[in-house]
Structure formats: structure tokens, C-alpha cells
């Protein structure tokens, strides 16, 4: 038995870590798995009597970017003082980063914990052992940021080429030399060409997918999985047709880095978040005629464009400007007259045009009709300059009124909440208008005055 096993670190239990990095290495490194499970023999051999296997995080990478309850259950026993010693095969399965390494090393000179590896048996108490755990941690981190270098450099060099073989969009296959080529089946070939038409002839993809579900238009969609069909033929909802009309692919490019990956540290922990918009100008890589297209690029900047001046928010620029500008209630009133009210007209007309052109009893009949039926209070802000196109603050400024209207009911008695509420509700319409409380209640309650006077009087 080595000089650093004693009779106290006997007496409690061996821990043997056992991890791999993904799924796939679990099901082919086969190898690899029965080395670490073997650590369970090596921990009798230095005469530990109860040995415990942990293998939770088996598939969860040790980088720290994910929660792995194996090591976490690890963490706690170690902490509690039921560990003698900790098992892995190397430095690497225990951890990926400094951070959760150090950790447990530290914890392990608090509670007189021994390392045990492939390679020897490690007191953490001790200077030089300390080192060179240290070491190994480090060189383990080290190792895994030089793998990733090398291959995002070798993705990064395919990328520069459009060489990279990512999931072709519909319409698309690959050919046997890894090329991007249109489809042979000529009736998705027409489906994809009559979406990009159908866009060009109405301007709004609300009203292609309106025209679409009236007349019963179906497109093919990508199915993946083994024994299903590669193509399925659905109606289309909105994010469907979005994603054609956003995708360079279409317009014959290939486009690297048109979305991006943030860093946020929550808990403690680093977590990746993906699928951040990125500008076009900003994309990593985009490579023009990279293969055949439905549309060429001018025709997609078009749609991009037209995209772009059909959100919501981009039409509110009398809004935006009066922000920017704090213009009073007069001259926001006139720059509404100016900016919205010919816009508003002209949606008006193209919406009776189309309620014209469409069945009676049609959805996008019944849309029209709503619209319209509703007209006069969609209006209302031009009247009104103080009413605002959004009604997120006024919803904003009710919500802790309303909350708190729920909640207090049960406070002292049933009258409590709806008084609390009211007081709360009155300061609040005087925060709105600006106006001193005690003026807002002198106006409002006629026996405010003769509370004011008592007060005054005591």
C-alpha cells in the first residue's frame, strides 16, 4: 500500500469519476469505458472496502459550459468528508476547466482527500503534489482549447471555400461531388418558384400566407429522420415562408455567419446562446453565384428590402421622431397628420381592394372585415396626440397596480386591498399627469380639503 494511504482514508470510500465527452464516443470509444470502470479493481488493490462508481455525466462535455450532476454528486460527498479518495483515469475526465478542477482539488485538502490516476496517487495537502495537480489541470483546460483551435481553423478554411456540407434548404440536394444543385423533381421546383413570385406580386408575406391557406396552396417542407419521407407537402405557416424569402441560398450564394453565438454567465456558469441575427454586412463569409438559384441577388436585397419596410416598427417613424425630438403635443399631432395619415389611407384602400377580390365567407374576408369594422379605433392616435401607437407603457405602468390589486385583497381585511389599490391608482394618475397628489385628491374627493384642515389642526 503506498505511504500516503492511511487507515483514515481507508475508512471512508473510494470514488471512481467516470466520463465521456459526447454520446458517440460513449457507443464507439468502448475501449476507453472499460479502462475507467476498471479503476474500480485499482481502488480495492490500495484496500478500499466500499467503492462507489459515479458515471451520471457520461456524454456531458467537462468544458463547464454544462450542468453535470455526476460531478456535482461528486463535489457534495467529497465536502461531507465520505470520500478517501477520487478516481479517474486522468486529470481530463474530472475536468475540462480550472475552475470546477481547482474546486475539487481544494475541497479535497479540506477534508484530506487523496487523487488517485493512472499514474499515481496525489495528496493535495502536499506542496509538490499540489504543483503538479495544478499542472495537470491546466495542461487539461490547455489541451482541449488547442483541439478546438485546430478544428475551427480547418471548418474556418472549408468556410472560406463554400466547401462546408451543411443541411441544403428545400429545394436543393447534394450531388455525389458534395455540390449544391437544384432539385430533378420539377413539381418543387415550380413550388419554390411560385413563392418568390406570389411575393413579388402581393409585397407583403402576410398576404401571400393569407392567399395560400384561402386557396389551399401547399409546399414541400424537409423531413429528417431514418424511414420517412424527405419531402412532405403542408400548408405553410409564416415562418416557413420567412425563412425562403430570408435565405441567400435561394439567390444562388452561399452565406457563413449570418447568425452568431453569445456568452452569458447564469449561475455561476457560462451559457452559450444561439441563433443572434447578424447584419449582412457583417456575415463571416458570402460567396455570390456558389451555385444555381431560383432568384438572383438583386431580386433577394429586393426582398429583403421589402421585408424590412413591412415590420410594424418601421412605420412608426412620426412615433420615433417625435421621441427623439420630445416634441410637444401640438407638433406631434401635426407630424402624425403629415407621416400617418396618407399611410393609414393608403392601407385602408389596398385593404378594401383585396376584401373585393376575396370570397365572402373567405378567412381573408372575415380579416378584412375585422380591420375595417375596428377602422376608427385604429385611427384614434391621429386625434389624440397623447395616445401612443403602442400600448406597452400604458400596460407597464398598470402592472404593479394590478398585481397589486390581487394581492392585497387578503391584507389585514377584504376593504384593505381595494383601498390600498385605490390610493395606489390615484398617486399613479398623478405621476401620469404630472400633478402634485394632494391636487389630484382635492379635485376628486370632496372631503380631502376638511381631512387637510384636522391634519393641520393636530
Avoid at 451543411?166 to 436543393?172: A, R
Avoid at 376584401?355 to 389624440?384: H, V
Wanted: hydrophobic share 40%; net charge positive; charged share 25%.
Amino acid at each position: 500500500m503506498n505511504d500516503k494511504i492511511n487507515a483514515k482514508h481507508l475508512e471512508r470510500a473510494a470514488y471512481v469519476y467516470i466520463r465521456q465527452s459526447s454520446l458517440q464516443q460513449v457507443r464507439q470509444n468502448l475501449e476507453s469505458g472499460r479502462r475507467q470502470y476498471a479503476l474500480q479493481d485499482r481502488a480495492r488493490e490500495l484496500g478500499f472496502a466500499e467503492v462507489v462508481v459515479i458515471d451520471e455525466d457520461l456524454g456531458i462535455s467537462g468544458a463547464g459550459h454544462h450542468e453535470r450532476p455526476g460531478f456535482g454528486r461528486l463535489l457534495a460527498a467529497v465536502c461531507d468528508g465520505r470520500v478517501g479518495a477520487v478516481l479517474a483515469m486522468e486529470a481530463s475526465r474530472l475536468a475540462r476547466n480550472n475552475r470546477d478542477w481547482h474546486h475539487l482539488i481544494d475541497l479535497c485538502v479540506l477534508t484530506q482527500t487523496l487523487v488517485v490516476d493512472a499514474e499515481g496517487i496525489y495528496d493535495p495537502r502536499l506542496l509538490n503534489d499540489r504543483l503538479l495537480l495544478g499542472l495537470k489541470g491546466t495542461m487539461s483546460e490547455f489541451e482541449l482549447g488547442i483541439l478546438r483551435q485546430r478544428a475551427q481553423e480547418a471548418y474556418r478554411q472549408k468556410v472560406l471555400r463554400g466547401e462546408v456540407l451543411t443541411i441544403v434548404p428545400i429545394g436543393f440536394i447534394r450531388s455525389h461531388s458534395n455540390r449544391v444543385e437544384m432539385t430533378p423533381d420539377r413539381e418543387v421546383q415550380e413550388a419554390v418558384r411560385r413563392v418568390f413570385s406570389d411575393f413579388e406580386r402581393f409585397r407583403t408575406l402576410r398576404q401571400v400566407l393569407l392567399w395560400y391557406h384561402q386557396e389551399n396552396i401547399t409546399i414541400p417542407l424537409a423531413r429528417a429522420g431514418e424511414g420517412r419521407p424527405p419531402t412532405v407537402w403542408r400548408l405553410p405557416n409564416y415562418q416557413h415562408l420567412l425563412r425562403m424569402l430570408k435565405n441567400p441560398s435561394y439567390a444562388g450564394a452561399f452565406a457563413y455567419g449570418r447568425t452568431e453565438c453569445q456568452t452569458v454567465v447564469m449561475e455561476g456558469r457560462s451559457r452559450k446562446r444561439r441563433g443572434h441575427r447578424v447584419a449582412m454586412e457583417n456575415w463571416q463569409v458570402l460567396l455570390k453565384d456558389h451555385h444555381p438559384g431560383y432568384i438572383s441577388w438583386e431580386q433577394y436585397l429586393e426582398n429583403q428590402r421589402i421585408l424590412k419596410s413591412n415590420r410594424t416598427k418601421s412605420h412608426d417613424v412620426s412615433s420615433e421622431k417625435a421621441q427623439k425630438e420630445n416634441l410637444n403635443p401640438s407638433d406631434r399631432h401635426l407630424l402624425r397628420l403629415e407621416k400617418a395619415k396618407p399611410l393609414l389611407e393608403q392601407i385602408k384602400i389596398a385593404i378594401q381592394a383585396v376584401r373585393g377580390d376575396a370570397l365572402p365567407k373567405s378567412a381573408l374576408a372575415k380579416a378584412c372585415n375585422y380591420t375595417l369594422t375596428l377602422w376608427q379605433r385604429l385611427i384614434r392616435f391621429l386625434e389624440n396626440p397623447l395616445l401612443e401607437l403602442s400600448n406597452n407603457l400604458a400596460e407597464n405602468a398598470i402592472r404593479p397596480v394590478a398585481l397589486g390589486r390581487k394581492n392585497w385583497i387578503h391584507i389585514g381585511s377584504k376593504e384593505a386591498g381595494p383601498r390600498v389599490a385605490a390610493i395606489i391608482s390615484w398617486s399613479k394618475l398623478a405621476g401620469a399627469l404630472k400633478s402634485p397628489s394632494a391636487t389630484i385628491w382635492a379635485q376628486s374627493c370632496p372631503g380631502w380639503a376638511i381631512f387637510q384642515s384636522a391634519e393641520s389642526a393636530s
